[in-house]
């Protein structure tokens, strides 16, 4: 029979918890976009536009009830948007815009999300900040 005695007990593995990040804002984590806007508003707003060509982004934000958010709710709206979390929507992230209201809502077709991208596309750097989405949203 083999015995521990005299011997360290074995050692357990605990793994730390992963380093916060600062710049991730916890709207990220714990918000949704029906924790913001209504799940009737992002209906309608999706209806409103489900043949192809039929988006206008001013006409979308006004029937879901973005555009009458404060600059900190449609703040953390632009960070659930952005799929990749990379600070930015980018032109292949708009396409899939409406789908991150619902998972069944259509594509934009290739106009719709070129037509967006410079209406909001302030410096033409070819992605959309938190700043130049706020201004968009709230003028």
Do not use: W
């Amino acid at each position: 029979m083999l015995s521990n005695y005299g011997k360290d007990p074995p050692q357990r593995l605990i793994r730390a918890p992963p380093p916060s990040d600062s710049a991730t804002p916890p709207s990220r984590i714990t918000m949704t976009l029906t924790s913001i806007l209504s799940a009737a508003d992002i209906a309608n707003a999706l209806k409103d536009c489900q043949a192809p060509d039929s988006f206008g982004q001013k006409k979308f934000f006004q029937i879901c009830g973005l555009c009458k958010k404060t600059p900190k709710e449609v703040t953390e709206v632009f960070h659930i948007l952005d799929n990749d979390q990379s600070g930015f929507i980018e032109e292949e992230e708009l396409k899939f815009f409406l789908q991150r209201f619902s998972p069944s809502a259509r594509v934009l077709t290739a106009a719709e999300t070129k037509a967006f991208l410079k209406a909001a596309d302030d410096d033409d750097d070819g992605k959309i900040g938190a700043e130049e989405f706020q201004a968009m949203v709230l003028s």
